[in-house]
């Protein structure tokens, strides 16, 4: 007997929220610890503020994952509840609403309406939450696993334009960061297109531009501020 195929949609709980994690982590340290390197600050001061970024942001990557995606698993619990409302009070009108997404799909009445009753008598809300709600457990809201892997990429991400600052040399933090935080991110999408089934040169290229262009923003901001101030 065949092996069951394994689909990429299967990963997608903890890919986007890694991610996204990781992406954060090394794009928004990097930007603060150039930005603070440019402003000709000491190289003990533009590490604190790569640790501080590094703290806040993992912390702010968790509450703001666990509460989006909170809210995300109230609202399909709330779909849940009339839907089951719904079949408890009008099952026939339920049956019907469920054979004609079947019919929509390519199915004739009969068949469509003989699929709806054996579906419903297996696990009837089952049968609406994945068909007329879009609702799976593949893509079920998971809160916590999104905030602890949000916090832990980002924690991760964020070491690593850390780490290219204590290991420069004082007068070359800014560039030795820039290049080693556009590698990583260019490595990091590769590895989530591929992860995704997608391209892993167009997941590269899809991250560099944009984290070049805030690098070079925050380099031209610390430049001005530590001109000015």
Known sequence: MPSAIHHHSQRIGWLRAAVLGANDGILSTAGLVI?????????????????AGLVAGAMSMAAGEYVSVSSQ??????????????????????????ADIYVSRGLDRALALQVADQLSAHDALAAHARDELGLSGTLKARPVQAAVTSALTF??????????????????IAPVVAGASLVSLAGLGAIAA????????????????????????????????????
């Open 194 to 229: 591929r992860a995704g089934g997608a391209s892993a040169l167009t997941g590269a290229l899809r991250v560099l531009g944009w984290g070049a262009l805030a690098m070079i923003a925050t380099a031209a901001i610390g430049r001005l501020v530590g001109t000015t101030v």
């Open 73 to 98: 698993a109230d609202t399909e619990r709330a779909d849940l509840e009339l839907e089951r409302r719904a079949l408890a009070t009008n099952a026939q009108g339920e049956r019907e609403e469920l």
């Open 35 to 51: 930005g603070v390197a440019s402003a000709e600050a000491s190289a003990g001061n533009v590490l604190l503020a790569g640790v």
């Open 155 to 172: 924690s991760v991400g964020a070491a690593m334009p850390i780490a290219a600052a204590v290991l420069a040399p004082a007068d070359w």
